[in-house]
C-alpha cells in the first residue's frame, strides 16, 4: 500500500478508492461499511506504529532540541489524525453494521493493546519528567501531545459507547468496559460510564493518578455505571478481585452475578470449578465472550511450583504430547519457550528415547514428533501465571462447591463453602456458565441427580492397571539416550515411562496388570524394573539415587460421561478434561486432551455471538474422541479388562490381529512407525492405521523386518 497524505482518511470516497486495490479478488462483495472498517483499521495500525517511532527516538535521546520538537510536533498530529478516523467511523458506519461484521474482523479499534500500553507510559514519562537522556523538549510541545493523546482515547472510548453500550464482544472485544480498562491497564471490574462530555478537552470517565493507572471510581459511580437487575449488583467475595477473596460471614450469603448474557449475545458471568490445568485453559478461553469469569479452587495456590492435596497426579510423569504442545502455543502464544528456560526438556520420539514395542526396540532413524517432559507443577504453575494476569479471570482459593444450583435442565450457579474452619458457611454463587473441571472425582452426575435431572450415561473401559512414580537422581543413559518407553501391550503387561524433567531429575513410572502394583519402598521399586521385557531400564536404575518414595496410583479406568446425548442438555453447564473424558494415564494424554479442549470451545466461539452450551460439550466430545480411541483400543485387549465400552466380537478380534501386524512393522518401517507416532500423539485419527493405503500395504504385504533386541542406537 502506497503512504497517502493521511488528511485523505477523512473523506469516504477517497478511502474507498485507495481501499479497492487492497480488496482480494474473492472479497469484492464487501460493503462501503466494510471497505472503511478495514481501511481505518489498517492505516490506525501505520500511524500508531509511527508516533511509537517518534516517541521511542525521543526516549533514546540520540537527537537535539530541533529534532525532538520535530518529532513531539509530528507524533501530536499523527495522534489527531487516529483522532480524526474514530471520528469518521462515529459519524459513518451505521450502528447495526458495525455490530454485524465487527466479530468478522476482530477488535473494534483493530489495534494491540501492547500498542495502547506503550503509548501512554510513554507520553506520561514525557510530560511528567521531561526526556531524562537528552535534552528536553518544548514543554507546550508535550502539553500538546498528552492532549491529543486524552482526547484521542475519550473519543475511542465514545465510540465504543455508542456502538456497543456495554455489550460483550468477541476474540479480543468485549465492550466498553474491558475496552476502557485495557486503555488504561486497570481491572475489568472497573466500570466507565457510558456518558461523555462532548467537549474537545479529554473529559474521561477514569482519571490517571499519580501513578499514571487508573484511578478507582466510587461506589456511587459503579452503581451508575455498572446496572444490573433491580437497579443495584450485590456485592460478593468474587467481585473484590482476583486476588483477595474474603471469607462468608453468614450462613447464607447470596452472590449474584450480572445477568446480560441473553441480550448481549456473551456468556456473562462464567464459573469454573476446579483451578487446575484444564480449568485455567477453559477460563483463558471463556473470558474472551464473558463478561467475568470466576475459577474456584478447593486448594492454596503458592508462589513456587510444587505437588497439590487436589492434584495427585502431580507426583507422577507427565508428557505433553505433540498435539498439546501446538493447542498450547495457540493458546498461550510464549509458553512452550518459558517452559523451556525453566528447564522442561523437549525431546523427539523416538529419537531421543529407547521406545520397546511389540518384543523389540524401535529404530531411532525413524520419523519423530516432539513432545515436552515438564513436571505436572511446572506446567501448572506457568498456565496459572499466564491465566490469572488476565484481569477478566478471577480466582478464589480454600473454596470447595458442594452443588448446582437452579432445576433439572437449567443450571443457574453453584452452592460453595470454604474449607477449614468449624462452621463453613454456605454461599450461593448465580452464573450464567458453570464449567465443571474438577477431574476424575467429578461429582456433577450426583449434583444433577440432586436436582432431579438424570444423571449421563458412562461408558468404561477398566483394566485394573496401577502404576507408581519415583523421582532419580542419574547419569544420562547409555547410547546418549534420554529415557525409556516400555509399551505393555495384551501379551506383555508391563510397563515403563522414564523422562527427564527439570532440575536434572529423572521421573520412574512403572505400571503392572491388575494385582501386580509396583511396590511403594524405592528398592522395592527398582527390584520391579527387573521383571520388565528388556533389562536396560533396570540396569540404569541401579545405579540411580532415589529422591523419596515412590507414589502410587490406581484410578487408571478410561470412563467417559456422555454430557453430549440428547436428553443430557443442561442449559448453564458445561463438562471439561476428566470431568467429562478421563483416560488411563499410562498413555500420556491428559494434559494435552485439557489444551485440545480448550482449543475446540474456542473455535466453537469464534465470531458467534452466542452459542448454547449444549453445542460446546459437543465440542468438547470431538476434541477427546481421538484420545478415547486411542487409550481404550489399547486397553481392551489387556487381560481382565471390564467395562461396557470394551470392544470384543469377531470384529474387534479381527482389527487387533491386523493392528499386531502394523505393530510389528513399527521399529523397521519409518512409514507405519510416522504414522502410528500421529496417531498415539493425537494428530491424527486412529482409522488413519485401517485407511492409509500406504500402511495397509506395507501391514499385509511386506514382512517386519529385522528384529532389535539390542538397545537402540541413533
Request: glycine share 10%.
Amino acid at each position: 500500500m502506497t503512504s497517502p497524505n493521511y488528511a485523505t482518511y477523512l473523506h469516504l470516497p477517497e478511502l474507498l478508492d485507495l481501499q479497492r486495490p487492497l480488496t482480494p479478488g474473492d472479497q469484492q462483495d464487501l460493503s462501503d461499511s466494510e471497505r472503511l472498517f478495514i481501511v481505518v483499521h489498517q492505516a490506525s495500525e501505520t500511524l500508531l506504529s509511527q508516533v511509537l517511532v517518534d516517541l521511542r527516538h525521543i526516549a533514546s535521546g540520540q537527537c537535539g532540541q530541533r529534532c525532538h520538537d520535530r518529532r513531539a510536533q509530528r507524533a501530536t498530529r499523527l495522534v489527531g489524525a487516529l483522532e480524526g478516523q474514530l471520528k469518521l467511523l462515529h459519524h459513518t458506519l451505521p450502528r447495526e453494521d458495525f455490530l454485524l461484521f465487527r466479530h468478522r474482523f476482530g477488535t473494534a479499534s483493530g489495534l494491540q493493546s501492547k500498542q495502547f500500553h506503550e503509548l501512554f507510559a510513554r507520553v506520561r514519562k514525557l510530560t511528567k519528567h521531561g526526556d531524562e537522556d537528552g535534552p528536553a523538549a518544548d514543554p507546550e510541545l508535550l502539553t500538546a501531545l498528552d492532549a491529543a493523546v486524552r482526547r484521542w482515547r475519550h473519543t475511542h472510548i465514545e465510540l465504543v459507547a455508542h456502538m456497543l453500550g456495554d455489550r460483550p464482544g468477541s476474540a479480543e472485544t468485549s465492550g466498553l468496559r474491558w475496552l476502557a480498562a485495557r486503555l488504561d491497564g486497570s481491572s475489568d471490574t472497573a466500570p466507565h460510564t457510558a456518558s461523555y462530555s462532548s467537549s474537545d478537552t479529554a473529559s474521561d470517565t477514569v482519571s490517571y493518578n499519580a501513578e499514571g493507572s487508573a484511578a478507582e471510581p466510587s461506589a456511587a459511580e459503579q452503581q451508575a455505571a455498572c446496572p444490573v437487575a433491580g437497579g443495584r449488583r450485590s456485592a460478593g467475595p468474587e467481585t473484590e478481585g482476583p486476588r483477595a477473596p474474603q471469607p462468608p460471614t453468614a450462613e447464607r450469603q447470596p452472590v449474584t452475578a450480572p445477568r446480560r448474557a441473553a441480550a448481549a449475545g456473551g456468556l456473562g458471568h462464567v464459573v469454573v470449578v476446579g483451578g487446575s490445568v484444564a480449568g485455567l485453559l477453559t477460563a483463558h478461553v471463556l473470558a474472551d465472550h464473558a463478561e467475568r469469569v470466576t475459577v474456584l479452587e478447593r486448594d492454596q495456590y503458592e508462589d513456587t511450583p510444587g505437588p497439590r492435596a487436589g492434584v495427585p497426579q502431580s507426583r507422577h510423569t507427565h508428557v505433553l504430547l505433540t498435539s498439546g504442545m501446538n493447542a498450547l502455543e495457540e493458546l498461550l502464544p510464549g509458553l512452550l519457550p518459558a517452559l523451556e528456560d525453566a528447564g522442561a526438556p523437549r525431546l523427539a520420539v523416538p529419537g531421543d528415547l529407547g521406545v520397546w514395542q511389540a518384543g523389540q526396540w524401535i529404530s531411532r532413524r525413524n520419523p519423530s514428533r516432539p513432545i515436552m517432559t515438564p513436571s505436572r507443577p511446572l506446567l501448572e504453575h506457568h498456565v496459572r501465571r499466564r491465566v490469572l494476569d488476565d484481569p477478566r479471570v478471577h480466582v478464589r482459593t480454600g473454596v470447595e462447591v458442594t452443588g448446582l444450583l437452579g432445576r433439572p435442565g437449567h443450571i443457574t450457579g453453584v452452592a460453595v463453602r470454604t474449607r477449614g474452619g468449624d462452621h463453613p458457611a454456605r454461599q450461593e454463587i448465580e452464573a450464567d456458565l458453570v464449567v465443571d473441571a474438577s477431574g476424575r472425582a467429578s461429582r456433577t452426575p450426583a449434583w444433577l441427580a440432586d436436582l432431579g435431572a438424570p444423571a449421563p450415561a458412562e461408558e468404561l473401559v477398566e483394566t485394573g492397571r496401577a502404576y507408581a512414580t519415583c523421582v532419580f537422581h542419574a547419569d544420562h543413559p547409555p547410547e546418549d539416550l534420554d529415557g525409556f518407553y516400555i509399551v505393555p501391550d495384551a501379551g506383555q503387561p508391563l510397563g515403563a515411562i522414564v523422562l527427564p524433567v527439570e532440575g536434572d531429575r529423572w521421573m520412574v513410572t512403572l505400571s503392572g496388570p491388575r494385582g501386580e502394583a509396583p511396590p511403594g519402598d524405592a528398592e522395592g521399586f527398582v527390584e520391579f524394573a527387573g521383571r520388565l521385557p528388556h533389562s536396560a531400564p533396570h540396569k540404569w536404575l541401579r545405579s540411580a539415587r532415589p529422591a523419596g518414595r515412590p507414589a502410587g496410583y490406581r484410578h487408571t479406568a478410561n470412563r467417559r460421561r456422555r454430557y453430549d446425548r440428547p436428553g443430557q442438555h443442561n442449559t448453564g453447564l458445561l463438562v471439561v478434561g476428566d470431568a467429562a473424558c478421563a483416560l488411563n494415564p499410562v498413555y500420556g494424554q491428559g494434559l494435552s486432551v485439557a489444551a485440545l479442549n480448550a482449543v475446540a470451545l474456542r473455535e466453537e466461539l469464534a465470531g458467534k455471538r452466542a452459542v448454547p452450551s449444549r453445542t460446546l460439550q459437543r465440542a468438547v466430545f470431538r476434541s477427546a474422541r481421538r484420545a478415547w480411541d486411542v487409550a481404550t483400543g489399547a486397553d481392551s485387549p489387556m487381560p481382565g479388562v471390564t467395562g461396557n465400552a470394551v470392544r470384543s466380537g469377531p470384529a474387534a478380534r479381527l482389527l487387533t490381529r491386523y493392528l499386531d501386524r502394523v505393530r510389528a512393522h513399527v521399529p523397521n518401517d519409518p512409514v507405519v512407525c510416522g504414522t502410528q507416532r500421529d496417531v498415539l500423539f493425537l494428530l491424527a485419527p486412529p482409522r488413519t492405521l485401517v485407511t492409509s493405503p500406504r500402511v495397509l500395504r506395507r501391514a499385509l504385504l511386506s514382512p517386519a523386518g529385522p528384529d532389535r533386541s539390542a538397545p537402540p542406537t541413533p
